[in-house]
């Protein structure tokens, strides 16, 4: 059913990016070998590739989603577990409040599966968007910085992490049968090495730092500036997002995975009608905090960087 396919010119490195893990229900069971597996691939820096794991809705919600898709509601919908507010839809009161209640739903379902394969990550998590996607990627035009169909690993320039993962979770709802494509790129400290360098020469971030002066809601460390800069530099490099060795994965309709979106250089070139769950995990509560881009960054740079 899952097709994994390596790209023609991908390296055998980018290729073992991916690892298929046997889990059926968002609350488990997760027998220890599984969850085994999923720590020490996620902190690797591998795709978890759940296949079996289908976020699965009623005819009624499955209508409701159809029904955006008709009425041109093409913006992703986001939704915040904390407040319990959803936004980015033109629908009326009782489609969104419908809506928030189906994003509610995935939100949990994504934590119980989190703090199910990773216990000890529990102490350390923290909730952040929901979102669902229904446009196609595909065809969509968007400046260089927003497209996330280059290879980049994620940074929020409103957010800083102040050195916390970025763990996101997926799902294909895909009603067509089609697919959500996406591209794996290389290991996050040979990816870090590539630009390290034009990081190093113009101060990471800076001019991001000023044009975004005012809507930074806390401090912006070194780590949150190369974080940025690093995201901005690859997506802007041509060269690189042209010859870059990539895994082309293809995640089915009814299929799920999960991945350390700043540590995973990933770009998603087709599909539509995703859910997403967004979490910031503290890396003191990762199995092997070394792997962490802060540590990684660090050792890289030669100093400390929050
Ligand atoms: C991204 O995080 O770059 C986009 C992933 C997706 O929407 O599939
Ligand atoms: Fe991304």
């Excluded at 599984?34 to 296949?51: D, K, N, T, W």
């Excluded at 379902?109 to 446009?135: D, I, N």
């Excluded at 910085?145 to 980049?152: E, P, Q, T, V």
Aim: net charge positive; proline share 7%; aromatic share 8%.
């Amino acid at each position: 059913m899952s097709k994994v396919s390596a790209h023609p010119d991908g390296s055998p490195l980018a290729a073992s990016a991916v690892d298929t893990i046997a889990v059926a229900d968002w609350n488990g069971p997760f027998p220890a070998a599984v969850r085994e597996r999923a720590i020490a691939g996620l902190e690797a820096g591998h795709v978890l590739f759940m296949p079996q794991l289908d976020f699965a809705m009623g005819d009624a919600e499955q209508q409701l989603l159809a029904g955006l898709a008709a009425d041109g509601g093409r913006k992703n919908i986001s939704y915040d577990p904390v407040s319990g507010r959803a936004k980015g839809t033109a629908a009326d009161g009782t489609t969104t409040a419908r809506l928030a209640t189906l994003l509610e739903e995935y939100s949990l379902g994504a934590r119980a599966l989190v703090t199910g394969l990773m216990p000890r990550y529990a102490a350390g998590l923290a909730f952040g968007r929901t979102s669902y996607r229904p446009e196609e990627i595909a065809g969509r035009s968007q400046s260089w910085r927003k497209d996330d169909r280059r290879l980049h690993v994620d940074a929020f320039p409103s957010r800083p992490s102040q050195g916390r993962r970025i763990l996101r979770v997926f799902s294909n709802v895909n009603a067509e049968g089609e697919p959500r494509r996406w591209r794996i790129g290389e290991p996050f400290e040979a990816h870090a090495g590539r630009f390290l360098q034009q990081l190093r020469a113009s101060p990471p971030g800076a001019a991001t730092l000023l044009s975004l002066a005012g809507i930074t809601r806390g401090r912006r460390s070194p780590y949150d500036q190369f974080m940025l800069g690093l995201h901005d530099a690859s997506k802007r490099d041509t060269a690189y997002q042209r010859d870059a060795a990539a895994t082309l994965i293809d995640f089915p309709p009814r299929s799920s995975w999960m991945v350390f979106t700043d540590q995973v250089p990933h770009s998603a070139i087709a599909g539509r009608a995703a859910f997403e769950q967004t979490f910031s995990l503290d890396p003191a509560a990762m199995a092997e905090p070394a792997r962490a881009p802060l540590r990684v960054l660090e050792r890289l740079a030669g100093r400390p960087l929050l």
